[in-house]
Each structure stands twice: as structure tokens, then as C-alpha cells.
């Protein structure tokens, strides 16, 4: 069973930051897009950051400005790195790995809470 393992989540003030991390190294097929999402407790599970294997970016809106998406030289680490962290960004984090045929890998997510 290949894993994708999540890390750095924890609990963390309004205002500050924190960086999560997606080990995809077991992968051993050509990843396509990398994606971090998050579901809030009694919600969907939402898009928050996508990078492609070209390095090309986006966001949702309500993240923009605050959070970055990157990944290593080998592309099979992605970090979401979170600054400004609101009480609204509370959610369990998941990294998601497609690779270049189409198959979804899913972490077992990370618990980001912030609050004073």
C-alpha cells in the first residue's frame, strides 16, 4: 500500500504560521499535480492550494496572500507553508497526489487548530 504521509500540523495562535508537509516518495509513478485540501468539522472537504509538475500555482480565495504552495527539486514532497492562520483555517489538512495516469493518492491528514 503506497503512502502519502502528511506532518506539521498542530495548534497555533490567530496570526501565526505553520508548515505542512506531504511525503509522496512512495509513489513511484510521474506525479501531474500535487494539492493540499482541508474539511472543517461538519463541512465539505475544500480545495486550498494546487501545484503542478511545471511549478504553476493557485489558490482558493479565502488563502490567497497567506499561504504558499511549493515543492522539492524531486517533486515528491509538497508543503503548504501558512501564515496569518485565522480560527477559520481550523480543519484537518489532506495532501492529494494525481499522477500523470490520473490515479489519486490521499494522505490521512494533518489536524491544524488555531485559536487563542
Known amino acids: 500500500q503506497v503512502q502519502v504521509v502528511e506532518s506539521g500540523g498542530g495548534l497555533v495562535q490567530p496570526g501565526g504560521s505553520l508548515r505542512l508537509s506531504c511525503d509522496a516518495s512512495?509513489?513511484?509513478?510521474?506525479?501531474?499535480?500535487m494539492e493540499w485540501y482541508r474539511q472543517a468539522p461538519g463541512k465539505q472537504r475544500d480545495l486550498v492550494a494546487t501545484?503542478?509538475?511545471?511549478?504553476?500555482?493557485n489558490y482558493a480565495d479565502s488563502v490567497k496572500g497567506r499561504f504558499t504552495i511549493s515543492s522539492n527539486s524531486a517533486k515528491n514532497t509538497v508543503y503548504l507553508q501558512m501564515n496569518g492562520l485565522k480560527p477559520e483555517d481550523t480543519a484537518v489538512y489532506y495532501c492529494?497526489?494525481?499522477?500523470?495516469?490520473?490515479?489519486?493518492?490521499w494522505g490521512q491528514g494533518t489536524q491544524v487548530t488555531v485559536s487563542s
Open positions: 501545484i503542478t509538475r511545471y511549478g504553476s500555482t
Open positions: 492529494n497526489i494525481t499522477t500523470r495516469g490520473l490515479i489519486d493518492y
Open positions: 512512495e509513489i513511484s509513478f510521474s506525479i501531474n499535480v
